[in-house]
Nanobody
Framework: QVQLVESGGGLVQAGGSLRLACTAV????????MGWYRQAPGKERELVAVIARDGITNYADSVKGRFTISGDNDNNTLWLQMNSLKPEDTATYYC????????????????WGQGTQVTVSS
């Protein structure tokens, strides 16, 4: 059993910053990749940024240079530092774990957090 617990969303003015956090809770051996996705009203969920266990990152073009993803493998924790926020960044942000391996060798794929709301006012 594993659960992704997110925090850090809120309301901020354009140009401001927020830092999201996500912790994978449970008895976990390893996670190969974690990431942040977002979904605005009436739109499909989209990739924001992902980080692999080896530290390799990938960002959506729309957030490059403004957002930074980082992680702590030992504590199964993920962060997203969001700077220079724009109104179009307004969305529900979801934490995602691609593949979770448990101590007994079992695996689970595609685990999502409950989402945290980010609202950027103009």
């Amino acid at each position: 059993q594993v659960q992704l617990v997110e925090s850090g969303g809120g309301l901020v003015q354009a140009g401001g910053s927020l830092r999201l956090a996500c912790t994978a809770v449970g008895s976990i051996a390893s996670i190969n990749e974690m990431g942040w996705y977002r979904q605005a009203p009436g739109k499909e969920r989209e990739l924001v940024a992902v980080i692999a266990r080896d530290g390799i990152t990938n960002y959506a073009d729309s957030v490059k240079g403004r957002f930074t993803i980082s992680g702590d493998n030992d504590n199964n924790t993920l962060w997203l530092q969001m700077n220079s926020l724009k109104p179009e960044d307004t969305a529900t942000y979801y934490c995602h774990a691609n593949r979770v391996i448990f101590p007994n060798g079992q695996r689970r794929y595609g685990i999502w957090g409950q989402g945290t709301q980010v609202t950027v006012s103009s």
